[in-house]
């Protein structure tokens, strides 16, 4: 082998060193996002928007690190829970305060603000980052707001 050859072989070799050591780096940071809401019975991540033009991604719950942790231009989360106040323990997980109640058919939406969540949207004037949807006993809670059915 010429000189200029093991040259380039050995800075290849360090160049794939550094990178393995970047990624190594920042694979802690990603794996230590855990998911929004704990213990739902399903779950939708959003990516791409933060609007409901967004790409919806549904998850089981055994699947759903994996899923979030895979997802490139993540912008939110929606959990479904059959039982409505497993929702709203979510919110007094994150001390968000209520900021708006809408009803429309049979869905009323409780729409939150939490300081401990980042993002958010305007909804009738006032900043929102955590949605609560309930329709008879079960209810869905998102970040910012839930997109797509509910």
């Not at 968000?96 to 939490?114: G, H, K, M």
Request: glycine share 8%; aromatic share 12%.
């Amino acid at each position: 082998m010429c000189m200029k050859a093991r040259r380039a072989a050995e800075c290849a070799l360090v160049f794939l060193f550094l990178l393995a050591c970047l990624f190594l780096l920042a694979l802690p940071q990603q794996l230590d996002k855990p998911l929004l809401f704990a213990g739902a019975q399903r779950y939708t991540f959003y990516s791409a928007s933060a609007s409901s033009q967004a790409e919806i991604t549904l998850a089981a719950p055994e699947d759903a690190a994996r899923v979030r942790l895979t997802l490139k231009g993540y912008t939110g989360e929606s959990a479904y829970y059959e039982n409505a106040e497993d929702a709203f323990a979510q919110a007094e997980k994150y001390g968000a305060a209520l900021v708006l109640v809408q009803e429309s058919a049979d869905v009323t939406d409780y729409y939150y603000y939490s300081a401990y969540l980042s993002g958010g949207v305007t909804v009738a004037g006032v900043p929102v980052n955590l949605h609560i949807a309930v329709r008879g006993s079960a209810a869905s809670v998102g970040s910012p707001l839930i997109f797509g059915g509910y």
